[in-house]
């Protein structure tokens, strides 16, 4: 049974007579399994808690191989400088299974046929969202390994056309607003989006900071970096007539406007 049981080293005995055991994996610091026969429930379910507490070590990555091109791109001002937070966020999970899945494999090796393998494993929008990531890698290794780019010619998945999401009718908003009261966090996240026409990755990161003290409301973009200002403390264009009222009640709740002195 002990030969079936992985990473269990023994070091000596306890006074009872049991092995003294450690669950130890390569790399990492041993832990000590309890002064117990190594059949006995208990000292089994030690082992499975031990097993699940430990991460995998990764393996070195050697001269030349993908492992080290994608720990050196993930550092890399492309990288860093110049992708938003957001997206970093997304394909580093994604660089990071390329890692792992082939970071064995050479980069001089690397061919649109490899690339195209991976993506075989998705399918539509997926499918297009890993050829992004795998594409602003292979932009950085040719220019980085003087190699021609292996994912020119890998092909982006047919997705149906979309016209986007209908706006709301007048009917439907006020339906929206009758049904959650001001003070709910549906209702906000509603007014903050209407009011401002944030994408929903910059309206869930606004506040009080956002407003100076002449009433705008003032923030970056996540998604392109740009800055945008709003407004908000000004009289209502034409087209809104009739929507003070409205307008009131949000920014008594969020955020308090300061007015201009």
């Known amino acids: 049974m002990l030969t079936r049981m992985k990473h269990l080293n ?20 041993g832990i000590r399994m309890p002064d117990l026969p190594s059949d006995h429930p208990d000292f089994l379910a030690a082992y499975a808690e031990a097993a699940g507490s430990t991460k995998p070590v990764r393996a070195r990555a050697g001269s030349g ?17 110049g992708l938003a937070e957001g997206t970093r966020a997304v394909r580093r999970r994604m660089l990071d299974e390329i890692r792992e899945r082939y970071g064995h494999g050479r980069v001089t090796d690397l061919r649109t046929k490899h690339v195209e393998a991976d993506l075989s494993r998705f399918t539509g929008h997926a499918r297009n969202n ?5 594409r602003g890698f292979g932009k ?7 190699i021609p780019d292996p994912t020119t010619d890998a092909r982006k998945a047919p997705v149906a056309q979309s016209d986007g999401h209908p706006p709301w009718s007048e009917e439907e908003i006020e339906a929206f607003r009758a049904h959650w009261s001001i003070d709910t966090p549906e209702r906000l996240a509603f007014e903050v989006i209407f009011w401002t026409g944030a994408r929903i990755s ?7 900071g956002n407003v100076d003290r002449d009433g705008w409301i003032v ?6 970096g740009g800055e945008v200002a709003i407004p908000f403390d000004r009289a209502l264009p034409d087209f809104a007539e009739g929507m003070e009222g409205d307008l009131a009640v949000f920014m008594q709740h969020w955020p308090p406007v300061k ?3």
Do not use: C, I, M
């Open 10 to 29: 023994p070091s000596g005995r306890f006074p009872s007579g049991n092995v003294r055991y450690y669950y130890r994996p390569k790399g990492q610091k």
């Open 65 to 81: 191989s993908l492992a080290l091109a994608v720990e050196g791109y993930l550092k890399s001002d492309v990288f860093l400088v």
């Open 130 to 134: 890993h050829l992004k990531a795998w």
């Open 140 to 146: 950085w290794l040719a220019e980085t390994y003087k």
């Open 202 to 208: 910059d309206a869930v990161r606004l506040g009080h």
């Open 219 to 224: 923030f970056r973009q996540q998604k392109t």
């Open 259 to 261: 007015t201009s002195t």
